[in-house]
């Protein structure tokens, strides 16, 4: 699966859109960008994925560059609740479950 | 019921102990996974189970015994384990087939002191 590569750490005023970048420029044709983040002491939560176009759910937004190399989470409306890891993950579909693996993430402060 | 369920939230352990992590899922999911996370780490995966077998083991001490007796459960049996085995151990499922549709669901995980 391809390496990506996040801002160690980011602050954002509530209230405000949180963009969270990722680059992963070794990302195959067949590879899928995942969000999850993980509040502190709590289990990572899965946020929204895609593979080529942009995705929008209840939570956020994800936002693919044409040429697949870089992408962006972006949180509308921050609240001080989005305050965790944010982790940015590129892998294959496999059919037997597969591995999911994390890199280091970034971790998001939302402030008042 | 959407959650993954691990018990029990907080273990300590001596050294020569025995002891089990339970992992429990009622989603249909067919992949079950541990992890572990050490503190301001990522986590990083263990083993991943498909069907009730082991798929994949990254290459993990045999300290650790992983079971999956069946579809809903996952067992973690720990033996002799070190001060450093000492972290946060979490579950996640998924279903096979689709899980790049759907993503993995996680349990809130076991904090376990290795003393």
């Known amino acids: 699966d391809a390496k990506t590569t996040q801002p160690t750490s980011m602050d954002c005023a509530e209230g405000r859109a949180a963009n969270l970048p990722c680059n992963h420029s070794t990302i195959s044709g067949n590879e899928y960008v995942y969000w999850y983040r993980q509040i502190h002491s709590q289990g990572p939560q899965y946020i929204i994925h895609g593979l080529k176009n942009n995705e929008t759910n209840e939570m956020a937004s994800l936002i693919i560059t044409e040429d697949r190399k870089s992408s962006t989470l972006i949180l509308p409306h921050a609240t001080l609740r989005d305050t965790a890891v944010y982790y940015c993950i590129v892998r294959v579909n496999y059919n037997q479950g597969g591995k999911l693996i994390f890199g280091q993430g970034t971790e998001l402060s939302v402030k008042p | 019921d959407t959650e993954v369920t691990q018990t029990p939230k907080h273990l300590v352990m001596g050294m020569t102990n025995k002891k089990s992590l339970k992992c429990e899922q009622h989603m249909g999911h067919r992949a079950m996974y541990w992890y572990k996370q050490k503190a301001k780490k990522p986590p990083e995966l263990m083993f991943v189970y498909s069907y009730e077998k082991l798929s994949i083991n990254e290459s993990v001490p045999s300290r650790f015994s992983p079971e999956c007796p069946n579809s809903s459960l996952l067992n973690l049996h720990l033996h002799a384990l070190q001060p450093e085995d000492s972290a946060l151990y979490l579950c996640?499922?998924?279903?096979?087939?689709?899980?790049?549709?759907?993503?993995?669901?996680f349990g809130s995980g076991t904090r376990l002191t290795v003393v």
């Open positions: 996640a499922s998924s279903q096979v087939n689709r899980s790049h549709l759907y993503g993995y669901t």
